[in-house]
């Protein structure tokens, strides 16, 4: 079995990249044989990102820049992770994951949620840090639990497709190669707030999605600041718009 795990630079500054990256890929080596992990260069700083990549010696690592003339200094994540996915799909793999660089998901969690699929037939599956759903949020704080809760509401609001869906980030996503594709097919979102945009297109053309808990935990240093709410729910209107207009369901070929 091939699992391509997809990631980028968002969220790692607070420790240094390369004992992320190395703790990383010592996880993913205790449940896969056989990974690629690409690591999508969306930095502000991308010459000293791609710098401290190439210091790790794993050769399942492959670094790819994401070509963007906007920058920002949490990069440009969506576009960083679909253009990923995109470039991934040429390996034929048989699973698809997303996680961030960071380590405040252990990727053991991939090797259980393709575990949910195999046993379920689902095609993707997301990861939730919420109770409801066996998943845990350790060290989120009181304002990082608010945060999370308020954002959640105004997606399922703006979103009802979402109506049901307790952790509307969902940190780890894995597709099968179909539901891969119609991420890559089908999603526009640039920015960090891409989570939502990716879940709709798997619920308006009905691929078979699953949940699977997950342990999601703080770690001392990552503070997105809450400037990023506004930009959040700015994010979520152009979803919308979008979705309004039936541009998240894949017109059948005739």
């Known amino acids: 079995m091939h699992v391509c795990i997809v990631t980028c630079a968002y969220d790692t500054d607070f420790e240094p990249i390369t004992e992320q990256l190395s703790s990383k890929v010592l996880q993913l080596r205790e449940d896969f044989e056989h990974f690629t992990l690409l690591v999508m260069n969306d930095a502000v700083d991308q010459q000293h990102f791609a710098e401290a990549i190439r210091e790790i010696d794993a050769p399942e690592v492959i670094l790819h820049t994401v070509d963007t003339s906007r920058k920002c200094k949490w990069g440009r994540k969506g576009l960083a992770l679909r ?133 999601w935990t703080q770690r001392p240093g990552s503070r997105p600041p809450w400037r990023l709410v506004k930009q959040s729910v700015e994010e979520l209107r152009r979803i919308q718009r979008r979705w309004r207009k039936g541009l998240y369901q894949q017109q059948s070929s005739r």
Do not use: M
């Open 83 to 215: 253009e990923g996915l995109r470039i991934g799909l040429r390996f034929d793999a048989d699973y698809y994951a997303y996680v961030n660089l960071n380590l405040k998901v252990d990727t053991k969690f991939i090797q259980s949620g393709i575990e949910a699929i195999q046993k379920n037939k689902w095609e993707a599956a997301l990861g939730s840090r919420d109770p409801k759903d066996g998943g845990q949020r350790v060290g989120a704080g009181a304002l990082g639990q608010l945060k999370s809760f308020g954002f959640g509401r105004i997606a399922r609001k703006l979103l009802p497709t979402l109506g049901d869906l307790h952790d509307t980030n969902a940190p780890v996503k894995i597709f099968c190669p179909r539901s891969a594709q119609l991420i890559v097919n089908l999603a526009h979102s640039e920015g960090a707030f891409f989570d939502c945009e990716w879940i709709l297109i798997l619920f308006e053309n009905n691929i078979r999605t699953g949940i699977f808990p997950i342990v």
